[in-house]
C-alpha cells in the first residue's frame, strides 16, 4: 500500500545521505518534499503540517547538524515520530468477560468480513467469540455473516426475516449469548453509502442499550480523505474506542492509515491485509512506520510464516534436501504451503528494501497465479514422473502441458529448474548457504521455492529474494 510512498521518501533521505555537511537549508528543503509526499498520499493537510513541524524540531537540533551520519539520525527521527503518530504502541481490546464488541463503518468497508476474522483471530487465542447479525437493511447481509461464521466454526445469531428493530435483535440476541455460554459478542451492524442521521440514530440506540466493551470503527484504507471525515462523524455520534483499517494489501495511498489515528484520537487496533479470513493482525504503530519507510516488517513476516508452516511437514523437507531426494510430491506440499502464507508481495513486502528489489523483478513475477499453474504442471503428472522427474522426456512433456492446459515452454522451464535445484542440493557448500538463508526467516524451510518461482516467467529474470 504505500510502496509510492515510501519510493519518495527513499529518494528524499538518499538525498540528506549524500550531502557532505547538513545545514537547516537542507533539512527544510527535505520536509518540503516529505510534506508534498504526505498530502500526495492522502494525509490529512493538518497532520501532515504538525508532523513536519515535530520532526523539524528533532531534525535541527545540534545533535543532529554536528553528526557524523546525519542522514541515518533524521530517518530515525522521522520513523520515531511516525511511530508516535500512528499511536506509540499496539492497542489491545477490552475483553473483559462478557465483552461485547460493536462494529460499525458505511458500506463496502468490510464490517461482514472483518466481523468473520475477529471471531477467528480470538477463537486461535483462546476465547469462545459469538456473532451477531444487527444489519436489517442489505440484502442478504445476514445470510453472509451466517455462511462466514460457519467458516470460521463460531455460532452465530440471526434474527427473524423482516426484523426492522436493531434493539430488539440485540436483546435476543443477549438471551441466546447466555445459552451459548461465549466469553465475547461481536456485532455486526448496517452501513449506509454515505453516513445520514438514521443510521447515526440507530447506532446511538444500539450503542445505548449494549454499552459495549469495544466500539469499533470498520474503514477502508483506500477511502482516503473521506475515511478521516467518517470516523470523525462516528467518533462524535457514539464514542469509538478504535479502529479497524481494511484492504491494506491494496494500492491506495495509505494516508488514512497515518491521518485517523491523529484526527480521532482513537487508536488503530487491527489491519485486514487480504481476502482470506485468517488475513487479519494486530496494528503495531512501530512495524508499520518500517514499512512505509521501506525497512521491513521482519517481525510480522515471522509470526505469520510460523502461523501458517508445518514444522513436521517442514521438517520432513529438510531432511529430504539435506539428502538430495526432493520429489515433486514434496514440492506439491511445499507449494501449499506457501499458498496458505497468501499473496506472494504482501509477505515479501515485509522485507526490508523490497520495494526497490521489486522493481528489478520480471513482469508478473509475483503473480499468485504462477503458483497455481505449477500446480497444475505437478498434478499432470503420475505419481511415477513425481517420485522420477528425469524420465519426464518429450512425448512424457507434452502429455502434461496438455493435462494441465499450460504450454511447453512452461512445463520445459519448471523441469529445467527443478533439475538445477536437485543439482545444487548435491553440492554440500550451496546447499548449507541456502539453509542458512532459510534459516533466517526464523524457521519454515520452503524447500527452493524461490529458485522454482524466479524461473518460472521463461525469461531468466531475477530469483525471488527469500
Known sequence: MFSSLADKLD????????????SE???????????????????????????????KKKAVGEDVLKSIKPGELIVKIFHDELTTLLGGDQAPLDLNPPARILLCGLNGAGKTTTAGKLALRLKKEGRRPLLVACDL???????????????????????????????????????????????????????RQEVDQTLVKELQDLHKFLKPNETLLVADA?????????????????????IVLTKLDGDARGGAALSMRAVTGRPIKY?????????????????MAGRVLDMGDTVSMVEQVAEHFDEEKAAKAAKRLEKGRFDFNDFLEQMKMLQNLGPLEGLLGM????????????????????????????????PRERTRPEIIKGTRRKRIASG??????????????????????????????????????????????????????????PKLPF
Request: one cysteine or more; a positive charge; glycine letters at 12%.
Open 271 to 287: 489491519v485486514g491485509e487480504g481476502e482470506k479470513l485468517d488475513q487479519f493482525n494486530e496494528f503495531h504503530p512501530d512495524r
Open 11 to 22: 529518494r528524499t533521505f538518499r538525498n540528506l545521505r549524500g550531502v557532505g555537511r547538513i
Open 137 to 191: 437493511y442489505r440484502p442478504a447481509a445476514i445470510d453472509q455473516l451466517a455462511t462466514i461464521a460457519e467458516q470460521v466454526d463460531v455460532p452465530c445469531y440471526t434474527p427473524e426475516a423482516g426484523e426492522k428493530n436493531v434493539v430488539k435483535v440485540a436483546k435476543a440476541a443477549l438471551k441466546w449469548a447466555k445459552r451459548q455460554s461465549g466469553s465475547c459478542i461481536i456485532f455486526d451492524t448496517a452501513g
Open 222 to 242: 483506500a477511502t482516503g480523505q473521506q475515511a478521516v471525515k467518517v470516523a470523525q462523524t462516528f467518533d462524535e455520534a457514539v464514542g469509538l474506542s478504535g
Open 404 to 461: 494441465s492446459g499450460r504450454t511447453l515452454l512452461e512445463v520445459n522451464q519448471l523441469l529445467k529448474q527443478f533439475g538445477m535445484m536437485r543439482k545444487m542440493m548435491k553440492s554440500k557448500g550451496k546447499m548449507k548457504n541456502m539453509m542458512k538463508q532459510l534459516g533466517a526467516l526464523g524457521g519454515g524451510n520452503m524447500g527452493g521455492m524461490e529458485d522454482l518461482m524466479g524461473g518460472m516467467d521463461g525469461k531468466g529474470g
Open 351 to 382: 522485507l526490508p528494501g523490497f520495494n526497490k528489489i521489486k522493481k528489478q523483478l520480471p513482469s508478473g513475477a509475483l503473480d499468485s497465479k504462477r503458483i497455481k499453474h505449477m500446480e497444475a504442471i505437478v498434478l499432470s503428472m503420475t
Open 25 to 55: 537549508k537542507n533539512i527544510s528543503d527535505a520536509l518540503r518534499e516529505i510534506r508534498l509526499a504526505l498530502l500526495e498520499a492522502d494525509v490529512e493537510y493538518k497532520v501532515a503540517q504538525t508532523f513536519i513541524e515535530n520532526v
